[in-house]
């Protein structure tokens, strides 16, 4: 058996890989629903925005109704065991989605796909468990590259795909890619996991108890706000783009625009990084909600696709680093022995983000058109920046059952889904 200083790094690496495969997948079809439900009939844009934020709600419903529970039977069965149920069961439920011919069909095909996913928490419980505590932010630093890496090149081949092939084929290539990530998972990644006592209490009250932890609550809260807030424009920036667009192949401009915010979410997850290990998280965090709320003006603004292109890569610029604080917040204060609970909470907090988000972004859509849902990014992010700067000024007790080890100052500390990405 390896020594943990061994196990860890062997760990983390061979889990940057299976979530760089993933996510590669993921990003093939998740940004290109607007495209969907246009090629069965949606022809209006505004329509289209508006029934893939109805999906997403779905998909979102499906994540809060089973992201806890994975993360509880993750603390009791294992954090191995629940990266593979997202890989493999994640990959196959995402065969058939692109085959659906009705609204309906791809509504529920959803549901159903956000049931089984959640592959980005899976991951981060299993790192939190299985790696030295004083090694925490540089793990999560660099397993966020490999959130943003994944996601730089899949937009873009997701829309070469559909552009030549149509959804069907991106979806088998989708699920194929979690299938093989899983199967890194099963074969190189090992887990020292011994099982607990019989819980005294049932997974919905261990869940609870932790949530009510006042450290982690107060994030869930910033979860929830910062997420459904960044999510507002994904139902529109695939029709906006094709609007913008008079040059036809509509999937791989799409996919350029996605790529672009990519690059610019791994620069910033790195950047926020070092200067997280000199002001802290929480300066870099409130920091990066204020920036964020400036530069979205210029995707609002945006005339023509290539400074659509542009503007949503700046946008990235600053995305990438507050995910990045927030996550690295998250991290810092789950319970010894808790991480997989605190995960599965934490997936639950961005699934009502990603079922709100969308939802209202696409319904603003219907009301004020394609742009709407930038304006009101522009404005909830001051409202974000506030209630951070409330929630991050209170004292956080002591959350671990032992005296916790000297921690040194966070290197590179990180996220999770979203553009945000919720694999």
Do not use: C
């Amino acid at each position: 058996m390896q020594p943990i200083e061994t196990a860890w790094r062997r760990n983390l690496a061979t889990l940057w890989t299976a979530q760089v495969v993933s996510l590669l997948g993921w990003t093939l079809t998740f940004n290109f629903y607007p495209f969907f439900f246009r090629s069965i009939g949606v022809d209006d844009p505004a329509r289209a925005a508006f029934w893939t934020g109805v999906s997403a709600w779905m998909f979102g419903l499906g994540l809060f109704v089973m992201g806890p529970i994975w993360g509880f039977l993750a603390d009791r069965r294992g954090r191995k065991l629940n990266v593979l149920r997202a890989t493999f069961i994640g990959g196959l439920v995402l065969l058939p989605v692109g085959f659906a011919t009705q609204i309906w069909q791809i509504v529920v095909l959803r549901l159903i796909v956000g049931m089984a996913h959640g592959l980005d928490w899976a991951t981060n419980g299993l790192i939190a468990a299985t790696t030295p505590r004083a090694k925490l932010p540089l793990a999560f630093g660099i397993i966020t590259t490999s959130l943003f890496a994944g996601s730089i090149f899949g937009p873009l081949l997701g829309g070469l795909v559909i552009d030549r092939w149509g959804m069907g084929v991106a979806f088998v290539v989708s699920g194929a890619a979690f299938i093989a990530g899983g199967a890194l998972v099963w074969a190189f990644v090992h887990e020292r996991f011994e099982r607990p006592a019989a819980p005294t209490r049932n997974p919905i009250e261990d869940i609870v108890q932790v949530a009510r932890m006042p450290g982690i609550w107060r994030l869930l809260v910033m979860l929830v706000a910062l997420h459904s807030t960044l999510l507002l424009t994904s139902p529109v920036i695939a029709p906006l783009v094709s609007e913008l667009h008079t040059g036809g192949n509509d999937g791989t401009a799409t996919g350029l625009a996605f790529m672009a915010n990519s690059i610019g979410m791994v620069v910033s997850s790195l950047a926020s990084g070092w200067l997280s290990a000199r002001l802290g998280l929480k300066r870099v965090f409130l920091a990066g909600s204020i920036a964020t709320a400036v530069v979205y003006i210029a995707p609002f603004a945006a005339q023509n696709v290539v400074q659509f292109v542009l503007a949503f890569g700046l946008a990235g610029l600053v995305q990438g680093g507050l995910i990045n604080a927030l996550n690295g917040l998250i991290a810092m204060s789950a319970p010894a022995g808790k991480q997989g609970t605190v995960f599965g909470a934490a997936q639950a907090a961005i699934a009502v983000a990603v079922a709100v988000g969308p939802l209202v972004g696409g319904t603003l859509a219907l009301w004020s058109g394609l742009r709407g849902p930038f304006a009101l990014v522009i404005a909830s992010f001051a409202v974000v920046t506030f209630v951070a700067w409330r929630l991050l000024q209170a004292p956080r007790p002591e959350t671990a059952t032992a005296e916790p080890e000297p921690m040194p100052a966070p290197s590179p500390v990180a996220p999770a889904p979203v553009t945000p990405r919720v694999a």
